[in-house]
C-alpha cells in the first residue's frame, strides 16, 4: 500500500531555509500529481505547491512565489520542497499529498484532487 513519508521540518529563525522532502513508499505511477499543503493553527489548509506528469506543469501560491520551489527526483521517488527566505507566517504543519488520478497543475492545489497524504511536518518560524 502507498505511503508518503515526510522529513525536513524544524524550528528555524526568519530568513532560513528549510528543505521537505516526501519520500513515495510503494507508489508505482509517476504521472499522478504531487502536492503540497500547511495548516496553521485556526486556519484551513492551504495549497502551495504541486507538480504533475506527464505535462511537467508545477505551480507556486502567491503566498510563496520566488522563495520556494517544487522538484523530484525519480529515482528516489521523493519530492522536495525548497523554501528559502522563512518568514514567521509560514510556521505551520506541512503535509505531501498525492493523487490517484491524473490532475494537470495549473492552479491552487486543492484537497479534493489527493487521496493520499503524509502525516506532516512541523515548520516553525520565529522572528
Known amino acids: 500500500q502507498m505511503q508518503l513519508v515526510e522529513s525536513g521540518g524544524g524550528l528555524v529563525q526568519a530568513g532560513d531555509s528549510l528543505r521537505l522532502s516526501c519520500a513515495v513508499v510503494?507508489?508505482?505511477?509517476?504521472?499522478?500529481?504531487m502536492g503540497w499543503f500547511r495548516q496553521a493553527p485556526g486556519k484551513e489548509r492551504e495549497g502551495i505547491s504541486c507538480?504533475?506528469?506527464?505535462?511537467?506543469?508545477?505551480y507556486l501560491a502567491d503566498s510563496v512565489q520566488g522563495r520556494f520551489a517544487i522538484s523530484t527526483d525519480n529515482a528516489k521517488r521523493t519530492v522536495y520542497l525548497q523554501m528559502n527566505s522563512l518568514k514567521p507566517e509560514d510556521t505551520a504543519v506541512y503535509s505531501c499529498?498525492?493523487?490517484?488520478?491524473?490532475?494537470?497543475?495549473?492552479?491552487?492545489?486543492?484537497?479534493?484532487?489527493?487521496?493520499?497524504w503524509g502525516q506532516g511536518t512541523q515548520v516553525t518560524v520565529s522572528s
Open positions: 499529498a498525492a493523487a490517484n488520478s491524473h490532475y494537470a497543475c495549473t492552479g491552487v492545489p486543492a484537497v479534493y484532487q489527493y487521496d493520499y
Open positions: 510503494g507508489h508505482r505511477n509517476s504521472d499522478y500529481a
Open positions: 507538480i504533475s506528469r506527464p505535462d511537467g506543469r508545477t
